[in-house]
Every structure is written in structure tokens, then in C-alpha cells.
């Protein structure tokens, strides 16, 4: 059993509904699961409206290569399409950190690359792993606006 965090993100169609159901079809995955609250956020790199964004905590016995091809499938069902680099997007999910685990490979970078530098990413991850020292990473990104949705 490997504790993971998962970052869920839309920003077309209802995106509130399409990150809540993606919580539920991730939550199959493992045998225990919490969700953060839900943000909005302007894109960060990217185009397109606001987006609504979480972090889930999930326990699995999925390997991580599983684990990804598992989010794919979930976001391909919720229509995602990957038309360019940052395109707005139905759903997206990302591997956020993977146990203790370091992977790079062609296909997956655990821990994600990005995430320290994204306030959608370090504000949420805080409501389900408050056991992380998340202090100087919040200050990094404070400045980012973002705004809670519940």
C-alpha cells in the first residue's frame, strides 16, 4: 500500500462537476481516499477560463505506471483531449508525489516537476497532508490568487 497525492483540474464544460466526479472514479483506485476543497484559479501557463482544482490523497497498491494509465483512462471518459501544451482541458490529473518514491521516465516524473511553484497545487495539497511542512512553499506562491470554492 503506497500513500499518493493526485492533482484534479478543469477548466471546460462544468468543471466543478467534472473535478468532483474524477474524485469519485479515482477514489475506485485505492482503498482509502480524502479530497481537498475545491479552488479556482486563473490558468498558470495556459489559456482558457478559470479553472477548478484539488488535490486527492489516495492509498493504492497500484504501482505508479498503473496508476498513471488508470488517470488517463479517467480523463479520456471525461473527454479530454490534448490538442497543444497547456490546452484548456474537460480534466487533468497528475501524479503529484508517489509514496517516497523519485521516478523519471519518458512518461512520468514523480515527484511532479511543477508543483512546488503552483499555489492550486500547495494550498490544496495542505487540506489533505497537513503533516507536510508546506510552510515555505506556500510563502513561494503566496502571491498567487486563488480563490476557495467550498
Known amino acids: 500500500m503506497v ?3 493526485i492533482a484534479l483540474g478543469a477548466n471546460l464544460g462544468d468543471a466543478r462537476a467534472q ?3 474524477a474524485a469519485k472514479d479515482v477514489a475506485v483506485l485505492g482503498t482509502t481516499s480524502q479530497l481537498s476543497k475545491l479552488y479556482a484559479s486563473a490558468p498558470w501557463q495556459a489559456d482558457g477560463p478559470d ?9 493504492t497498491h497500484l504501482n505508479a505506471p498503473a496508476l498513471l494509465v ?18 484548456p482541458r474537460t480534466l487533468d490529473l497528475d501524479v503529484l508525489l508517489y509514496g517516497s518514491a523519485r ?10 516537476p511543477r508543483m512546488w511553484e503552483r ?6 495539497l495542505r487540506d489533505v497532508a497537513p503533516e507536510l511542512n ?10 498567487q490568487p486563488i480563490t476557495v470554492l467550498n
Open 19 to 21: 473535478v468532483l466526479q
Open 3 to 5: 500513500t499518493c497525492f
Open 51 to 59: 479553472y477548478v482544482n484539488a488535490v486527492m490523497r489516495l492509498d
Open 103 to 112: 521516478i523519471e521516465s519518458p512518461l512520468l516524473t514523480v515527484p511532479h
Open 70 to 87: 488508470q488517470l488517463q483512462a479517467i480523463e479520456q471518459q471525461a473527454g479530454r483531449v490534448r490538442s497543444y501544451t497547456n490546452a
Open 119 to 124: 499555489v492550486f497545487v500547495v494550498l490544496p
Open 134 to 143: 508546506l510552510i515555505a512553499q506556500l510563502k513561494a506562491v503566496a502571491a
